[in-house]
């Protein structure tokens, strides 16, 4: 089914959809299931000062590539044109491009965590986490929706 912004999600499911041939609704316990990386952040707030976080989950990458999106998977060219908008239940959200997190190009190990400090993220949600990131804004906690996009809709 291809959730819709009508559609209320239970708490901590996230919806994945947009240019993609398998929208799906995923739970934590979904997201655990798949193979787990693990890593520690430290970065730098504005208004909370240094922040360090320790963090357990897919890869962003294997989440969205299990979606299918539309492009030509063995053509590299064509996979540089999808964006990725990822929102936080307040309303936050950050763009990434296939392109940073594509191991042919940036192969930024982004992660989409189920644990955080070794508590579950199971009632809250996932969190994005971006490591390498300097600044806090794109370890999104709480995240409600991932939309995967082709860059068409920008040319139209
Ligand atoms: N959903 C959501 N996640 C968010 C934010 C936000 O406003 N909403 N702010 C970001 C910013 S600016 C920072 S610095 C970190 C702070 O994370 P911490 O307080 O858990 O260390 O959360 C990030 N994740
Ligand atoms: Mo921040």
Request: a negative charge.
């Amino acid at each position: 089914m291809q959730p819709t912004s009508t559609d209320l999600p239970t708490d901590g499911q996230v919806a994945l959809s947009g240019d993609v041939r398998v929208p799906a609704w995923l739970s934590v316990a979904t997201l655990r299931s798949m193979p787990q990386r693990e890593t520690t952040v430290r970065f730098e707030c504005r208004t909370s000062g240094l922040r360090r976080h320790y963090f357990s989950g897919p890869l962003l990458l294997d989440v969205l590539r299990a979606a299918e999106p539309t492009f030509d998977p063995g053509e590299r060219k064509d996979r540089l044109r999808f964006l990725i908008s990822v929102l936080g239940r307040d309303g936050h959200r950050a763009v990434l491009s296939w392109g940073e997190i594509d191991p042919d190009f940036g192969h930024t190990p982004a992660l989409l965590a189920v644990s955080m400090d070794c508590r579950g993220l199971d009632d809250e949600g996932p969190h994005l986490v971006m490591p390498g990131d300097r600044c806090g804004g794109r370890h999104i906690s709480q995240v409600t929706d991932i939309r995967v996009y082709a860059d068409d809709r920008l040319w139209d």
